[in-house]
């Protein structure tokens, strides 16, 4: 229910974005923020199978966590991740290191 609503969220934004107003992040910040953002989505989703409704409590906490760590808010992250979705390539390399970085951390686990 919670990722269903912010998708709309970054559909409804992206409709209305003011691009001269817009901040973006370098690669690597963004990169980082969406590394956080795979591994709560991953842990929402192994919890909604135990409760649902603990789950969606947990990822909004979840990502309200990864926004103050990073010092910075929701409409932000989400002018960030518009920006990169209309720019694949540099999504993709993103993702890629993302991916690898993980497996190196599961490889590191006992």
Do not use: W
């Not at 691009?19 to 795979?38: A, H, N, R």
């Not at 135990?50 to 990864?66: M, P, Q, T, V, W």
């Not at 409409?75 to 991916?99: A, G, R, T, V």
């Amino acid at each position: 229910m919670i990722r269903a609503l912010f998708i709309l969220l970054i559909l409804f934004i992206s409709c209305k974005s003011n691009k001269s107003t817009d901040q973006f992040f370098s690669k690597d910040f963004m990169k980082e923020i969406l590394k956080s953002v795979q591994i709560i989505e991953s842990k929402y989703q192994h919890q909604k199978v135990i409760d649902s409704e603990i789950a969606s409590y947990n990822l909004k906490s979840d990502y309200d966590s990864i926004f103050l760590l990073h010092e910075i808010n929701d409409s932000l992250f989400i002018q960030n991740l518009e920006f990169y979705s209309n720019n694949p390539k540099m999504l993709e390399e993103i993702y890629k290191d993302i991916i690898n970085e993980l497996q190196i951390e599961k490889q590191k686990l006992p």
